[in-house]
Structures are given as C-alpha cells and as structure tokens.
C-alpha cells in the first residue's frame, strides 16, 4: 500500500476511532451534526411523524454509542453505512411496532409459554435474519432511500460546514447564482456587487463544497 493511500485510510476511519471515546464530546457532535438529518429523512420516509423521527434519530445515536466498540474499522468487515442502516431500520421496526400493541401483547403472551417472540427477538445476530422477512412501510425500499438520502446528507453538511467558513454576502452570491440559477448581472445588481464578485464566489464556494464534501466522505 502506498503513503498516500495510507494515509487516506487513517483518514477515512479517523472519526470512528474517536467515536470510541464517549467523553469525546466533539466528535460525538460533529458525528451527531453530521448524520442526524440523514437518519431523520429516512425515518420520516419510512412513514413515521416528526415525533417518532426525533425518537429514530436519538435512540439510532445510543445505539451507535453503546455497539461502536463492535464496530470493526476494516473495509472487509463491511461498511459503516450499511452497519448505521442496521440500526437506524430497528429503530423505525421499533417505532412501528409501538403502533401495534395488540401484537406486542401477543408476543408477550407467546414469551411466557417458552416461545420465542416473533417481535422481539432476543438479540442482534437473531434480528439480522428477522428483519429481511419485515416488509417496510408501504413497501418502501428503504436501502434505495437510504443510499439517495446519504448523498444528499453529505451534500447538505458540506453545506452547512461552508457557510461558517465564507462571509454571508458571498454565500449569497452563490447561492443565488449557482443553486437558484439567476442571472450573474441580475445577481450583481441586486447585492451591488460587481459580476466578477458574483463570478469569484462561485469559484470560491464551490471549491470549499468539493473539498469539504470529499472531507465528509473520507471521514467515515
């Protein structure tokens, strides 16, 4: 392996590594920051109310600091963002299932005859084969969602991680420009700016996006 592929593999497991510190309070947060709108999207896809996608995220962030240990930081053990589709599916499995408590009741009668609820099973190696016989909601592909809601989380943190690092004034120029499509001239005459004011944002802020993006990426 080369120095710089070394290097990008250190990289690319750093945060995990940090994760496994819980007094770590800055990693957790930018982990938090980073993932919690992906775990919210999906989990509002998957059929949940706003209340119950608050619930996914927290209970999804608990259950990555209490398994984290588990975690093996190796690409041949599988990736992270299969592992945190792992958990954030039992945690919206979870919410559904409080919808269902005739069911949960049932299970909980099946339990005390000596046989193995179908709704709880009893641990994690058990639910792997469980959950692929679960349909999600509305039959919902939620590995399809979960892959288009993790680009466009990615995306959206390279945002936000952008404007902290450029003057108000010039994310809007790009803003405007770039995302929303205006006309360099009518951009510049709205903001009193000069076009190449408009122009050096757009250079400028799409920079950062690329790199903070690829940063992003490389982190996990």
């Given at each position: 392996m080369t120095e710089s592929a070394q290097d990008s593999q250190a990289t690319r497991w750093s945060l995990l590594a940090r994760l496994r510190n819980w007094e770590d309070q800055q990693s957790w947060r930018e982990f938090f920051d980073i993932y919690w709108r992906l775990i919210y999207s999906v989990a509002i896809k998957a059929g949940l109310s706003d209340a119950e996608a608050q619930d996914v995220v927290q209970d999804t962030v608990l259950s990555v600091a209490k398994k984290i240990h588990e975690f093996k930081c190796d690409p041949a053990a599988g990736s992270f963002k299969a592992w945190l589709l792992k958990l954030t599916r039992?945690?919206?499995?979870?919410?559904?299932?409080?919808?269902?408590?005739?069911?949960?009741?049932?299970?909980?009668?099946?339990?005390?005859?000596?046989?193995?609820?179908?709704?709880?099973?009893?641990?994690?190696?058990?639910?792997?084969?469980?959950?692929?016989?679960?349909?999600?909601?509305?039959?919902?592909?939620?590995?399809?969602?979960?892959?288009?809601?993790?680009?466009?989380?990615?995306?959206?943190?390279?945002?936000?991680?952008?404007?902290?690092?450029?003057?108000?004034?010039?994310?809007?120029?790009?803003?405007?420009?770039?995302?929303?499509?205006?006309?360099?001239?009518?951009?510049?005459?709205?903001?009193?700016?000069?076009?190449?004011?408009?122009?050096?944002?757009?250079?400028?802020?799409?920079?950062?996006?690329?790199?903070?993006?690829?940063?992003?990426?490389?982190?996990?």
């Amino acid at each position: 392996m080369t120095e710089s592929a070394q290097d990008s593999q250190a990289t690319r497991w750093s945060l995990l590594a940090r994760l496994r510190n819980w007094e770590d309070q800055q990693s957790w947060r930018e982990f938090f920051d980073i993932y919690w709108r992906l775990i919210y999207s999906v989990a509002i896809k998957a059929g949940l109310s706003d209340a119950e996608a608050q619930d996914v995220v927290q209970d999804t962030v608990l259950s990555v600091a209490k398994k984290i240990h588990e975690f093996k930081c190796d690409p041949a053990a599988g990736s992270f963002k299969a592992w945190l589709l792992k958990l954030t599916r039992w945690r919206i499995l979870n919410q559904l299932k409080k919808r269902m408590p005739e069911k949960v009741g049932q299970a909980s009668s099946l339990s005390g005859a000596g046989q193995t609820p179908a709704l709880r099973p009893r641990d994690d190696s058990t639910r792997t084969a469980t959950i692929e016989r679960v349909a999600d909601p509305g039959s919902l592909d939620l590995d399809a969602v979960w892959e288009t809601e993790w680009e466009r989380n990615l995306a959206e943190a390279a945002k936000e991680r952008v404007k902290q690092k450029v003057s108000a004034h010039q994310f809007q120029m790009f803003e405007l420009y770039v995302v929303q499509g205006w006309p360099v001239r009518e951009v510049a005459r709205l903001l009193n700016v000069s076009v190449g004011q408009v122009y050096l944002a757009k250079h400028r802020v799409s920079a950062l996006l690329k790199k903070e993006a690829k940063r992003l990426k490389s982190a996990l």
